[in-house]
Nanobody, 121 residues
Framework: VQLQASGGGLVQAGDSLRLSCVGS????????VGWFRQAPGKERAFVGS????????YYADFVKGRFIIARDNAKNTVYLEMNSLKPEDTAIYYC???????????????WGQGTLVTVSS
């Protein structure tokens, strides 16, 4: 499966942004998909994930209700909606296929190219 993330950009603190991750192939709905982010000089960190059906989601603690992951399998797309953005959310955001409850990047097999989110104060 191939993934392509998009939707990043420059926003101000407090704004919202929605990222998209489009997958290829007819079996996209069978893949659990996670979002990660990598800030400058830092390790790639788990943000959250969603089951193939979209009924189950799992988030990193720092999300604290600000981010929502959803998917539309008819469009082969997984979304990351980010609200109340903070400057510390600035990072390249990646989507990847992997186990729903895994926070470990090494367990994710297929990765999109990443999309940059910059939050100004």
């Amino acid at each position: 499966v191939q993934l392509q993330a998009s939707g990043g950009g420059l926003v101000q603190a407090g704004d919202s942004l929605r990222l998209s991750c489009v997958g290829s192939g007819r079996t996209f709905s069978s893949y659990e998909v996670g979002w990660f982010r990598q800030a400058p000089g830092k390790e790639r960190a788990f943000v959250g994930s969603i089951s193939g059906s979209g009924r189950t989601t799992y988030y990193a603690d720092f999300v604290k209700g600000r981010f929502i992951i959803a998917r539309d399998n008819a469009k082969n797309t997984v979304y990351l909606e980010m609200n109340s953005l903070k400057p510390e959310d600035t990072a390249i955001y990646y989507c990847a296929t992997g186990p729903l409850y895994s926070r470990t990047r090494y367990e994710y097999a297929y990765w999109g190219q990443g999309t940059l989110v910059t939050v100004s104060s």
